[in-house]
Structure formats: C-alpha cells, structure tokens
C-alpha cells in the first residue's frame, strides 16, 4: 500500500473512533441545568443564601425520566446564629420546555 494511502486510512479511522468515542446521545434531557435551577429554589429557602456553597453541579446523582429529574446533594450554609451546616437535599423539578422550571418538591432542608 502507497505511504500516502496508509497515511490517509489512518487518519480516516482515528477521525471516526474520535467521534464516535466523544459523541453523547441527544436524548434533550439537561441534567446539569437541573442541578442548577434546584440550586436557585434552595438558595430561596435558606436563611443566608450567600453563605452557600454547593457541590459542583457535575456531582449530583440525577434520576428520572422525561422532563422531570430528581437531584439529589448537599449544600453547606449558615443558619440563624451563623455556624455553617450541610444539608443534604433531595430537589425534584420539572423543565417545563421554554427555558422555565418547575418545583415539584424539595425535601431535606431542615
């Protein structure tokens, strides 16, 4: 076979399980925008939003099917008196498919 023949075969084949290897099923469903919008309704229950720090969104465990996801983690913020506590929390949210997101419900707060 020519040099130049092997030379493209094996640019061919490294482009193809390149793509193959980095491409992820379009199923529509935004597992990590689940996780952030439920951070958005935690921080609106909590007694010093600011003081929140969250798991990265890429940690979540996240269940379901549809449009609907369960997330669930753990957020560490301070509470009335000021001592920092994690808590963790199981938020159930429904995209509602125009860039909007239900509560369906939030548990674990405390």
Known sequence: MMPTMRLILTL????VALTACSSTPDDGRDEI????MCE?????RLVSPGSAEFQPAGEYV?????????????????NA????????FV?????NGDDSWTLVDLTGLG
């Not at 996240?62 to 301070?78: K, L, P, T």
């Not at 008196?81 to 963790?88: E, T, V």
């Not at 938020?91 to 995209?95: A, G, K, L, M, P």
């Open 12 to 15: 061919l084949t490294t482009t």
């Open 62 to 78: 996240v269940s379901g099917s549809g449009s609907e996801y369960v997330v669930s983690g753990h957020v560490d913020s301070d």
């Open 33 to 36: 925008g689940a996780g952030v």
């Open 81 to 88: 008196f000021g001592a920092s506590l994690r808590s963790d």
């Open 40 to 44: 958005q309704f935690i921080e609106e």
């Open 91 to 95: 938020c159930t949210i429904r995209d």
